[in-house]
């Protein structure tokens, strides 16, 4: 008939200790896996919000710099006209000033007649130039503006798509760290719970040796 094994106190709890170290060997693992996504996630998500701020920046972006040029359009055909509008008073007013003097008998091209339709003419081209220059400046100016909104806002989504992948990197190397350090402390805290056990036997010089009575040993067939 087979004797009951001699299994000390220290060796049951040893054992007991195992079981709970390879629980939480695992919980670790487990905690270190799911704190892991959780920073892969934060850099997905990171980039990912930031891209879709620079595609929504640059939309807008495009949709105002369109209307800067619109208006600046308009106001350059503005200034068009008016200059369009100076030439028709001008022909208007040297016409009705020849009429006069026609109907007065006095020569078209001579005397105060020519001298009022001179004046007239120069007074009207400085007015048209300046109703040119500030067609010309308009679009200038508009086309100046708008491109420097696309610019600007090019140049803040480079930063912006920079600094989430800056970010996001960082978020990944935390994670592996976590990883890491995770896995390290599953496999110490196992690896305590087999040293206890070691400790625990006799034959590998461990020092109890009560034996545990409530222990049954082999499935407690014996």
Known sequence: MATKPNVTLGQAQAVGGLL????????????????????LVQARDTLAVAQVRADLDSTYA????????????????????AGNTLLRNMRQTNATVRARAAASGVA???GSVEGVQAENVAATMRDLGVADLNALTAKVLG??????????TDL????????AKRQSGQYSIAAESTRRSGGMLSNMTLARGVAN???ADPLSGGSST???PDFKGYGGRY
Do not use: C, H, P
């Open 210 to 212: 009560t034996v545990d």
């Open 197 to 199: 056990v070691i400790k």
């Open 143 to 152: 086309f100046d503006d708008a491109m420097g909104l696309l610019q600007s």
């Open 108 to 110: 078209l091209g001579a």
């Open 156 to 163: 803040q989504n480079t930063l912006n798509l920079f600094q």
């Open 20 to 39: 709970d170290a390879y629980a939480s060997s695992e919980m670790q693992k487990a905690s270190a896996i799911q704190q892991q996504t959780a920073y």
């Open 62 to 81: 495009a949709v105002q710099a369109g209307r800067m040029l619109q208006k600046a359009e308009t106001e350059s055909r503005n200034w068009q006209i």
